[in-house]
């Protein structure tokens, strides 16, 4: 079965640092670009950041460039996303996703994984 | 404000077609292809529709998209309960290099 698992989430101080992961499964891992995906309490779905499947080429939001860093570890089958410097306003769901269809095609999610920034 | 710009809601009663727009520019929509995604209460998103107009496995015929120029289309024939959702539309910019997404359709059966 093709599955997405998403950790890491948790309630951190502003300012502080996250690293979320993706666990990969039934899938070769290498062969797809993958993404991050969040969505803010009560609002809409916001593209964070790609990488493709040999991690050569990355892209990031501009509301998250300088802060997050997104790499993959195809030998783990595992995705991830290191996020520092943290605000109010990075508080949401964080889903992992497959792009199978070209960059935004995403046809698999995983079940996301949830980050507070509360002092 | 969203890069790709969606009515807030949409409604319909059973059986009917709603359609839901989404408008965008030469750098997104007028460049590349179009994404839809559904998303029910509480659950991950579900891609709808693929490069404009293509359906995922599994996906049923009465879900279709379209794209003219600088804007795209879901439709919805046939309107069920288990419609009722928030429906976004998503395509690669490639003036900010990056994804964007619409601000999201609640559909709403009625």
């Known amino acids: 079965e093709v599955q997405l698992v998403e950790s890491g989430g948790g309630l951190v101080k502003p300012g502080g640092s996250l690293r979320l992961s993706c666990a990969a499964s039934g899938f070769t891992f290498s062969s797809y670009s993958m993404n991050w995906v969040r969505q803010a309490p009560g609002k809409g779905l916001e593209w964070v950041s790609s990488?493709?499947?040999?991690?050569?080429?990355?892209y990031y939001a501009d509301s998250v460039k300088g802060r997050f860093t997104i790499s993959r570890d195809n030998a783990k089958n595992s995705l991830y996303l290191q996020i520092n410097s943290l605000r109010a306003e990075d508080t949401a769901v964080y889903y992992c996703a497959r792009a199978k269809y070209d960059s935004l095609g995403l046809d698999v999610w995983g079940q996301g994984t949830t980050v507070t920034v509360s002092s | 404000q969203s890069v790709l710009t969606q009515p807030p809601s949409a409604s319909g009663t059973p059986g009917q077609r709603v359609t839901i727009s989404c408008s965008g520019s030469t750098s997104n929509i007028g460049t590349n292809t179009v994404n839809w995604y559904q998303q029910l209460p509480g659950t991950a998103p579900k891609l709808l529709i693929y490069?404009?107009?293509q359906r995922p496995s599994g996906v049923p015929d009465r879900f279709s998209g379209s794209k003219s120029g600088t804007s795209a289309s879901l439709a919805i024939s046939g309107l069920q309960s288990e419609d009722e959702a928030d429906y976004y539309c998503a395509a690669w910019d490639d003036s900010l290099d990056g994804g964007v997404f619409g601000g999201g359709t609640k559909l709403t059966v009625l």
């Open positions: 990488i493709s499947g040999s991690g050569s080429y990355i």
């Open positions: 490069s404009n107009n």
